[in-house]
């Protein structure tokens, strides 16, 4: 998604002090954090995939924010270096939940190609096609558990350490609430590539999270509805325990849905660039 221009105004102060709230980006970035919480729980790849967009404007005011003089010299305060330090933690895991969410997507999306290409040429041959299947299955089930242990290394990011407002300052305060949304986007976008069979597990690991997430009741019922990349293996399966090649069309329209969702998902590679960035430009602050 093309995000458009910020018109920032110059920002001049005298403190030595990480840059307040009322500085003009930081409230700019506030909006985008509010809007981002007010809004539904997501758990559609065209909701998911909203979310993600809203993540890239989130991410570009961030940008933006650490390219000032007196961000980064206050960053770059000893006083500041435990703090910091913990961001650069959570922003690893980010980057590394993001890694797993794009291989997903990917793997996913090729074996899709793949299984329609193979069901277009092979009508006649069942036993060669249901093998393919089971492959494809395998190859989700694999997926599924390298999402579901990211999902549960998620679960260790703690936010709670940090004061919104106290002794960490007002920018580590803000990037520390941009990683609590930004960890809520992605674990609604995990649980959605795994499938509600995970999301119900997780469910039962742990408390409903405090992040984002506000109406998880019956969520692996809707999902169940909503969810492409699910439906398209739920298909996969029906069609080997009824033997019913007929129904080869049906799976074929599935799998075409389950590609077309990921397309909603593209907004992730854009977030994982600026993830990047982000770091490496933390970094160079703390390391200069």
């Not at 694999?142 to 002794?167: H, P, R, W, Y």
């Not at 692996?220 to 080997?240: P, Y």
Request: hydrophobic share 35%.
């Amino acid at each position: 998604m093309a995000t458009s221009p910020l018109n920032i105004q110059p920002y001049h102060s005298r403190s030595n002090s990480l840059p307040s709230r009322q500085h003009p980006l930081t409230s700019q970035i506030d909006e985008n954090l509010s809007r981002l919480k007010a809004s539904e729980a997501a758990s559609t790849s065209s909701s998911i995939g909203h979310k993600l967009n809203g993540l890239q404007d989130l991410h570009e005011c961030v940008d933006l924010l650490l390219q000032l003089p007196l961000t980064q010299k206050a960053l770059a305060q000893e006083q500041h270096r435990k703090w910091v330090e913990k961001l650069l933690d959570g922003s690893l895991m980010l980057l590394d939940v993001c890694s797993t969410a794009k291989d997903a997507l990917l793997q996913t999306k090729e074996c899709n190609q793949e299984l329609q290409s193979i069901l277009r040429r092979r009508r006649g041959a069942e036993m060669g096609l249901v093998n393919e299947i089971r492959k494809y299955l395998t190859s989700r089930k694999s997926k599924k558990k390298v999402v579901c242990k990211a999902l549960k290394n998620m679960k260790q990011i703690n936010t709670s350490s940090f004061n919104k407002d106290g002794e960490n300052g007002d920018v580590i305060s803000i990037l520390r609430e941009v990683e609590a949304v930004t960890i809520g986007v992605l674990e609604s976008l995990l649980s959605f590539i795994s499938g509600p069979d995970t999301e119900s597990k997780l469910c039962r690991w742990s408390l409903v999270s405090k992040l984002m997430h506000q109406k998880r009741v019956g969520c692996v019922e809707e999902e169940q509805k909503t969810n492409e990349i699910a439906n398209a293996e739920a298909s996969l399966r029906s069609l080997i325990k009824s033997d019913n090649m007929k129904h080869i069309e049906n799976v074929q329209n599935e799998l075409q849905k389950s590609e077309l969702c990921i397309q909603d998902l593209e907004g992730l590679e854009s977030l994982f660039r600026r993830l990047i960035k982000a770091r490496v430009t933390v970094l160079n602050i703390i390391n200069c």
